[in-house]
């Protein structure tokens, strides 16, 4: 989504002075005016609007069916169908919620208020004022998407966020409290951090003289593709969920089993695919750094999977499938927020590292903590997110390979040397942020959830099967 100033958090002050300058020397003719309607119409490129939507036909593939059926597979039978409704249902509910206030929330302009770094207003909810005729920005001077490309492009990652979270506590929550708590996080978490890390007023950002832009973009940090709006957001709510709502009946005692890791590979699988849209679809153009993000999706995860079963290898002496399975996702997630910044060897790097540490806090923090979280959402998504967000201020360097700084011509005052160290801290404080509002704000959703409608079922129903005792229906009848 998003090529970033690469060049600390003192970068983007010093380039609003220099456009302020630049501004306020307007010519007798008049200040510099963004292009017309007509003129945004004849720089739309048929390849860049035909591949931001296959991008996000393969990121609703992530969701529905590729995350239902990872999920779905890893769980007990008479759980099986309840997992897949509920991620069935949370895109559902996600996009409906989105076309209706989200996307306005997140991508326009808070405006003169002090909320404006953090949220956006409701100019576009409903997508009012969103046609056929109307445009969105790139990250390349007079390249434009049609609007309703980005708003659908941006639809896929609100519908697959949520859905991420339900793993964490899968096997013992009622469906419609959940629902009601996923339009709450949607709206209250999800929205303004999106909006945080990816809000800008695109490439007339000069000529239109604006300087409201998400509170995470200010500071400079980088994110691609997700690395804190997705995964370490989702991650971290997965984790107080799973502490609130209490552990499964039997944990620590009953064998609970994946019911089929046949399913659970084939979902891996199609994520896999899909996180291509993800996030070489993120760079929103069909160009050279879309490449670049693409075969660093595919070898970084290439990486992470070996180095996954290298480790099972060494710890249990035979390597799993589902072991395999899960460090490929763990490097899907690490990659995400530097695919569009890193180059192809430091990304085979990031694979190798990051398996290695989700697999000490799925092994042997979780066990040692002894919380209940049921698909590791917190250790694969959280963790691994992370791991990328922090290192993307790393594998960016120039001196590494990394793409350094992007679009000169967007961000002029961006042009110098790399700091390494300071894009890393830049880095730490936006994953700190992003933990801490989480966090705070999902452990009141659902204890506000909970006392009202109550999230968990009864033990009966939990032992009997929330397929069941939910939906009145069984995954296999035998």
């Known amino acids: ?47 860049d609007t035909a591949w931001m939507l296959v991008s996000a036909v393969l990121v609703l593939m992530m969701s529905v069916p590729a995350l239902a059926l990872f999920y779905g597979g890893l769980v007990r039978t008479k759980n099986m169908l309840s997992v897949l409704m509920q991620v069935f249902m949370i895109v559902s509910i996600a996009a409906l919620v989105w076309v209706g206030w989200g996307y306005s929330m997140a991508f326009t302009s808070g405006g003169d208020s002090a909320l404006a770094p953090f949220v956006g207003g409701f100019s576009k909810a409903f997508l009012a004022g969103v046609s056929a005729s109307t445009y969105a920005a790139t990250f390349s001077n007079n390249v434009y998407l049609p609007e309703f490309v980005f708003v659908v492009f941006q639809m896929t990652f609100a519908c697959i966020t949520p859905a991420l979270i339900v793993g964490a506590f899968a096997e013992r929550v009622k469906f419609w409290p959940l629902m009601l708590f996923m339009v709450l996080w949607l709206t209250i978490v999800y929205f303004p951090v999106a909006h945080m890390v990816w809000y800008w007023a695109g490439p007339d950002f000069l000529v239109d003289a604006k300087t409201d832009v998400g509170y995470l973009w200010g500071m400079g940090a980088l994110d691609f593709a997700g690395g804190t709006v997705v995964h370490i957001n989702a991650g971290i709510a997965g984790l107080v969920g799973c502490l609130m709502i209490g552990k499964r009946i039997g944990f620590g005692r009953e064998a609970t089993p994946p019911h089929s890791l046949t399913m659970t590979m084939i979902g891996a699988s199609l994520l896999w695919v899909g996180w291509f849209g993800f ?3 993120s760079n929103l153009e069909a160009n050279g750094v879309t490449a670049v993000a693409f075969i660093n999706t595919f070898v970084a995860t290439a990486a992470a999977a070996l180095s996954w079963a290298v480790v099972e290898q060494i710890h249990h002496k035979k390597p799993s499938m589902l072991g395999a399975a899960t460090g490929a996702v763990a490097g899907l997630v690490a990659i995400t927020p530097a ?32 919380y209940d979280d049921t698909l590791d959402v917190f250790g694969v998504h959280c963790v691994g997110g992370i791991v990328g967000a922090i290192a ?16 000169y011509t967007v961000f002029p005052a961006a042009v110098g040397s790399y700091d390494m160290a300071a894009q890393v801290l830049t880095q730490i404080k936006a994953v700190a942020i992003t933990l801490v509002w989480s966090g705070a704000v999902s452990a009141v959703l659902f204890f506000a959830v909970d006392k009202i409608f109550g999230l968990r079922p009864s033990e009966e129903a939990e032992r009997e099967g929330l397929d069941l005792t939910e939906h009145g229906e069984r995954a296999y009848n035998m």
């Open 392 to 407: 993307t201020g790393v594998v960016a360097d120039p001196a590494l390979g990394g793409q350094g700084f992007f679009d």
């Open 1 to 47: 989504m998003i090529r970033k100033l690469a060049g600390g958090a003192g970068a983007l002050g010093a380039w609003l002075a220099t456009t302020s300058t630049a501004l306020a020397q307007e010519t007798a003719a008049g200040p510099i005016k963004a292009p017309t309607a007509d003129q945004m119409a004849g720089m739309v490129d048929k390849g």
């Open 279 to 281: 996030n070489a679809g």
């Open 339 to 370: 695919s569009g910044f890193a180059a192809p060897v430091t990304s085979i790097a990031l694979g190798l590292l990051v398996s290695p540490i989700c697999y000490f806090f799925v092994s042997y923090v979780k066990n040692k903590l002894k």
